[in-house]
């Protein structure tokens, strides 16, 4: 859906003043209430604002809903603070134990084959991999569509070790690369041994 004038001037509002509600909005922006309730919905429905909360009047009526930027929207230095510690770390960094720590306390290994990749795929996709399976004459592959560390992978290939290491934990086989987005293909793929 495409922005409009006013959308772009709530937006605009909600990132220099952090929170506000419809009403706020409003009396800032010199619009009437019921259009900037209208573009706080759509809005609201595009995920490109949130509802923090609900603030409550000295007077009567309902209580006032309170409209932020996502947080995601705003966006951080993650990829920069990766880096430095990735090449702080240098060659003693160790691919395994990242893994490990990554899956957590996932305990899937138990689980038949089916259910143990679709949890797998389901947990990746929490953390941005765009991932899902698929049966091959060979046995199953894992695809991921994305990676969520594109940003510093091409100076730091030791993150695609960490991404089979961290297959290889949660599934409890051994995993082999195929391909990868970092070399040019569209997707990370791994092939699943037995």
């Known amino acids: 859906m495409a922005m409009t004038t006013a959308r772009h001037k709530i937006l605009a509002y909600l990132m220099k003043h952090r929170t506000s509600s419809a009403r706020e909005i409003s009396r800032g922006l010199k619009m ?4 900037v309730r209208h573009h706080l919905r ?9 509802s923090i909360s609900a603030r409550v009047r000295v007077t009567r009526g309902r209580p006032e809903k309170v409209y932020s930027i996502p947080l995601a929207a705003l966006g951080d230095n993650l990829s920069a603070l990766s880096e430095a510690l990735l090449a702080e770390a240098g060659r003693s960094v160790r691919v395994e134990a990242l893994a490990k720590r990554l899956a957590g306390e ?3 290994k138990s689980q038949p084959i089916a259910r143990r990749l679709n949890l797998v795929v389901e947990k990746l996709n929490q953390v941005k991999y765009h991932a899902r399976w698929e ?4 046995g199953p592959r894992v695809i991921f569509g994305h990676c969520p560390y594109a940003a510093i992978v091409a100076k730091h290939p030791e993150l695609c070790r960490m991404d089979a290491a961290l297959l290889e934990e949660l599934m409890g086989v ?13 997707s990370c793929v791994f092939a699943l041994g037995r």
């Open 32 to 35: 009437s209430a019921a259009t």
């Open 42 to 50: 759509v809005l609201l429905s595009d995920g490109r604002v949130d």
């Open 106 to 108: 996932s305990d899937f």
């Open 135 to 138: 049966a091959g004459a060979g």
């Open 174 to 186: 051994s995993v082999e690369q195929l391909t990868t987005i970092r070399e040019g293909s569209s």
